[in-house]
Each structure stands twice: as structure tokens, then as C-alpha cells.
């Protein structure tokens, strides 16, 4: 089992950049891709991000383990491997590697996750981290759970998601896009979970999008899963604006460079 800055390790290899490289402090996005592993959309998004002067943080969990997308697809997708629980401990250490940066208000930080992605940031808002071996780390710190922000596009929320039947110990702002055609989460009952989510406290919106899981992938041409360009446009102009309103951005991005 690792340790925070032992995760981090890990991970920040593969962790990509967006935004200003300068060592004024700023705020912060963080994107957790889903179970297929990272996809071009995640960078496009992050992209989005860093046009504002935020920094956006793209964190590939699969790379640094070694798993390519036919694992991915083939294991994690199926929930034999690597669970949102588990890789919780991915969120928790991006947000350790954040701090120790000193180049990242943690007063200011989103979370971003795509499916598996959000159910990772779901479980972890289930979790008190009092313990040892919470998100499996031995040193989880509940104070870097609390965040600003949390911005969730078609998250997985069924079966065995957390989130189903725990409380959130936490309320972040939360924005989800959700899919109405999703066949991995029904819409009703993703609606379901984040009406109790909003029940428990936290400050919840919702974007229906008449769209399929993974809308935003490109090489989703299916029945099942199709891609979107309308939606996907829609979901990104709603992460931009969640962004603003959660940073109270009135700045142009150049004056926030300076």
C-alpha cells in the first residue's frame, strides 16, 4: 500500500500541464479520465481550462501501471480491476502532488472526472480518511479532499459505486453532466443519487444532455455509444462556466497571467 507522496511518485510522470508555466500561485483543475484509459477529449477540456489562466492538470492513471486500453477496456471497464474506491487514492495523491507544488491555491481546486473518473471523485467524497489504508493509502489527509469544485461528465454511478449508498462526507460544489441515453448509469437513477447528494448538503447542477455514454469520444460511432459534437460543446461551455463561477473569475485571462 503506498503512501501519499509515494502515489504521487507514480503518477506525476504522466500527469499533463495546461495553463501558464510560471510560479504564481493560481487556481487549479484536475481531469481523471475513464475506464478506457486516457482519451483525446480529456486534453481538449483541459485545454479549455488553461484558456482561461487556470492550470489544468491532466492525470493518466493507467500509463503508469502499465495497462494499455485493451487491459483497460477489457479488465477495468468490467470492474474486475481497479474500482472508483481504488482509485481514489489517485485523487487524493494528485491533490497531495498539488500542494507540495506551491504553485496551486488549494483554496481553488476542481475536480474533473469522465465515468470511472467520476466515480473515483464520488467515492472519495464518501470517505472520512481517519485511517490508514482509507483509498488504500496508509496516510490519507481528509483536508485535501476538501475542495472547491467538482465536475463530473457521465459518471458512473451504478453498481458498486459508493455513492449509492453512502452519504457524502463532504459538500463541494457540484456540477454534473449527465447523459439521458446512458446505458452504464440510467439517467433516472444518476438523477436519483444526486438529488440525495444535493439532500445531504451539497450545492448540485445538472446538465441532461440527449446524448450516449462517452459522447465526447470521437471514435464512439455505435449504437450504444455515439459521439456528439453538439454535446460535447455543451458539456465543455458548462465546464467553463462552473469554472468562473466557482473561481469568481472576473478577470480576462491576461490579466490573470499577470
Not at 480529456?42 to 484558456?51: G, N, P, R
Not at 498539488?98 to 464520488?122: A, N, P
Request: aromatic share 10%; net charge negative; glycine share 8%.
Amino acid at each position: 500500500m503506498d503512501t501519499l507522496e509515494q502515489r504521487y511518485a507514480l503518477l506525476k510522470p504522466d500527469i499533463t500541464v495546461y495553463g501558464p508555466q510560471d510560479d504564481v500561485l493560481r487556481p487549479a483543475v484536475a481531469l481523471f479520465h475513464g475506464c478506457g484509459g486516457m482519451r483525446e477529449h480529456v486534453h481538449i477540456y483541459a485545454q479549455a481550462v488553461a484558456d482561461l489562466g487556470v492550470r489544468a492538470y491532466v492525470v493518466d492513471s493507467f500509463k503508469p501501471r502499465g495497462w494499455d486500453r485493451n487491459f483497460a477496456v477489457s479488465l477495468i471497464c468490467t470492474g474486475a480491476v481497479m474500482q472508483g474506491y481504488e482509485r481514489s487514492g489517485d485523487v487524493l495523491a494528485v491533490m497531495w502532488g498539488l500542494k507540495q507544488s506551491g504553485v496551486v491555491d488549494m483554496s481553488k481546486v476542481i475536480l474533473c472526472g469522465f465515468s470511472h473518473g467520476g466515480w473515483s471523485i464520488m467515492d472519495l467524497m464518501t470517505e472520512k480518511l481517519d485511517r490508514p489504508g482509507a483509498s488504500k493509502l496508509k496516510d490519507p489527509d481528509p483536508a485535501l479532499a476538501e475542495v472547491a469544485g467538482i465536475f463530473l461528465v457521465y459518471p458512473y454511478i451504478n453498481f458498486p459505486a459508493r455513492s449509492n449508498h453512502r452519504k457524502w462526507v463532504r459538500a463541494p460544489k457540484t456540477f454534473a453532466v449527465l447523459a439521458e441515453k446512458d446505458h452504464l448509469t440510467p439517467y433516472k437513477h444518476s438523477s436519483k443519487v444526486f438529488d440525495n447528494i444535493k439532500a445531504g448538503g451539497a450545492e448540485v447542477d445538472v446538465l441532461a444532455l440527449e446524448a450516449s455514454h462517452a459522447f465526447d469520444e470521437k471514435d464512439n460511432k455505435g449504437m450504444v455509444m455515439s459521439f456528439s459534437e453538439e454535446a460535447m460543446h455543451r458539456s465543455m461551455d458548462a465546464l467553463v462556466g462552473f469554472v468562473k463561477t466557482t473561481f469568481a473569475m472576473t478577470a480576462e485571462p491576461e490579466k490573470l497571467a499577470m
